[in-house]
């Protein structure tokens, strides 16, 4: 192919990593790239948390419209940044192999887990929010925004006892720490640690070679947890995790709705074979709100409209 492909990417070090692996993959195809590095709106207010803001897509939405004025051909999105629903005119072209889903923490040391202390520890995502005080009720925790360089440098200057981080971003752009906590009991959020190419539905050549760089079991996986979350219709504004694992051709799913103060969690946890995932998401959300999850996520809606 003759034509340049223009890859949009925000401008963080993080997606700046993940659109280079793009790049990457599309040249040792054989294809000529350039990298097109947009801000976005998600990376201007960094005063407030994302949930306050309101906004879905607060991440991809400059680059959505980019793609749509043709001043870019694809754009590469941490999955987990990208609504459920994509705009019209716009696709979803690959799934990249996912990394570890799982989030971390990064501490000065953990002794304060063990004293029953009440420790303050920082995050700007609702869903590690509810999950923490869920599994601390008297820890207090405050807003970190920010690409991830920004947040690590405030866990240093802070007095907190550690910040939540998806463990994925930290290894991507070689800052993870040795002694990081790993938090296996924290559900991630639907798609944490995979990448996504979009691409306009027009470009039909283009949606060829962007399928070579598809990973199959990662798009199954992510597409679980996706549906999961819209049909729990919460965005970014509930706190929600999933996680769907593959192995042995057998889907193990877990997911989870919380109270936003974590007093509740309502959980669903289920097995099915890979050849018969279709709507398998939508079940397992269907059993989250059929337990008491369709009452929480009306509360959850109303303290939300309440904060706007
Ligand atoms: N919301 C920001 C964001 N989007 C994707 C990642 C990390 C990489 C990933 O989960 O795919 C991060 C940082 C974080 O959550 O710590």
Not at 152 to 162: A, F, T
Request: charged share 25%; hydrophobic share 45%; aromatic share 4%.
């Amino acid at each position: 192919m003759s034509k340049i492909i223009r890859i949009g990417t925000r401008d963080s070090e993080l997606a700046l990593w993940q659109a280079t692996t793009v790049q990457n993959k599309l040249e040792a195809l054989g294809h000529d790239t350039t990298l097109v590095p947009l801000k976005s709106t998600g990376d201007q207010v960094l005063d407030k948390p994302l949930y306050e803001l309101g906004i879905t897509g607060i991440f991809t939405k400059t680059l959505d419209i980019a793609l749509l004025k043709d001043q870019i051909d694809i754009a590469v999105h941490s999955m987990k940044d990208v609504p459920t629903q994509l705009p019209k005119g716009i696709v979803r072209a690959a799934v990249l192999d996912r990394a570890i889903a799982h989030d971390v923490l990064v501490h000065k040391g953990l002794d304060f887990l063990e004293s029953g202390q009440v420790a303050t520890i920082a995050t700007g995502s609702l869903r590690r929010k509810a999950q923490w005080l869920h599994k601390y009720p008297n820890h207090k925790i405050v807003n970190l925004r920010g690409n991830v360089n920004t947040r690590l440098l405030k866990v240093i200057e802070n007095d907190w006892q550690g910040a939540i981080f998806a463990q994925a971003g930290l290894e991507r752009i070689k800052l993870l720490p040795k002694d990081v906590l790993v938090l296996d009991w924290m559900i991630p959020a639907p798609a944490q640690g995979a990448m996504m190419v979009v691409a306009k539905e027009e470009d039909i050549t283009l949606a060829k070679v962007l399928a070579k760089l598809n990973h199959r079991e990662t798009e199954i996986a992510t597409s679980i947890e996706r549906l999961f979350l819209r049909t729990l219709e919460g965005g970014c504004t509930a706190p929600i995790g999933a996680l769907a694992q593959i192995m042995d051709q057998n889907v193990h799913f877990q997911g989870a709705l919380f109270s936003l103060d974590g007093k509740q969690k309502i959980e669903v946890k289920k097995e099915i074979p890979l050849s018969k995932t279709e709507g398998f998401g939508e079940v397992c959300a269907q059993e989250v709100l059929n337990s008491g999850g369709d009452k929480l996520m009306q509360e959850i809606r109303n303290e939300n409209s309440a904060l706007h």
